[in-house]
């Protein structure tokens, strides 16, 4: 009983975390007006199969679309979702960090996840971040697991082929946490497990590409498309009558738009953004640093590496976009953007209270010694 009662007292604040989180976001955001996911209800009546989801990809119009056949409203539903996604979130959380970092780590990254108000607004606005964070949460936990077989190989595949499915830049995140991963252990990576997850994920990813190519003969029309619009953005900002150019962007060269120069540039520039603005921002409690930095510290000293693999390798695909002024008034990009990166700071800062603990542990225990 003496350990079970400070765990679940831990475990019923996650949980208060969220239901006033969602209750609060609901109360003051569910009349926002839609902004990433407002199209959606449109793809999602207008689509005839799961592929078939329009400039946008098919797991979030498909789970609408779920929800309109039974007579939903399409907005409300939208909201709805995004709140039911948001909670499976945490709960994906507490196990998954639990499992790998410990148990104090779990609970501790769920109730700091739960009591994020960004969280609760895209959540409310149904952001499809949201949808690929919860998958990619799934494959950075099933992936290279310690004493993992086939059977984790082939969960990991599937969560990263649905989070493409959600959103088709976290392929970038799955390659990049594969990097990582093999990078720093070479000899212990297991490389036929890691082929088996990304070749499924790729295998479960490729009819979506392959119904883009027969439809717009391009492989990556609606994500090429997006590209363009945030090159326009960087380019004439939002001014009346300026030159728009139309024709969907590869990605290199959207990176390279203004050539090599620009493009580190423009890297280092999102980068000193990110941690100097958005990042801290977003986590929103700023007192939650000296936790993270604890996290950071624990994490390299422990070898309990896998949240700076997921941290890096979500963060990084973000860089090219963090220095364009999408928002006019405060310059930068949405912070919905920069959700899975958070993610990973909740999960450091799990790591660093539960290092807290475990050292007033021990210097209690001393302390009980010497008398």
Partial sequence: MGKEFPRRVAFALAASAFILNIASCWD?????????????SLFAANSSFFFDSGLAEPVPV??????????????????VEGLIVFALLGLVTMFCVRRRLGE???????LFLGANPYFGYYAIQGASHLYALLFLVLFWYYFDVEGGGRREALLAG???GLACLSRLDSAWVLLLIAVFSWVLRRGAFGLKRAALS?????LLTAPYLAWQQAKYSNLFYA??????????IDSYGYAPGAPYQAAPLGAAGFVFRNGAAGATRSFFSGLGR?????????VYYKFLFVLIFLGVYAAVTLKKDPPLFFLAAALLPVLPLADIKQVPAAGGIELRYYLAAVWALFALAGLGFQEILAWLERTLARAAAKK
Avoid: C, I
């Fill in 274 to 282: 990110a941690f100097a603005y958005e990042l801290p921002r977003a």
């Fill in 223 to 232: 994500q090429e498309l997006s590209l363009r619009r945030w090159s326009n």
């Fill in 62 to 79: 498909f789970a609408l679309k779920a929800a309109m056949a039974f007579g939903a409203d399409p907005d409300a539903a939208l909201r």
């Fill in 104 to 110: 104090t780590a779990g609970v501790m990254a769920g």
């Fill in 198 to 202: 990304l070749g499924l994920a790729l």
């Fill in 158 to 160: 599937l969560a990263g």
């Fill in 28 to 40: 003051v955001y569910r009349h926002e007006p839609l902004r990433e996911a407002a199209s959606r």
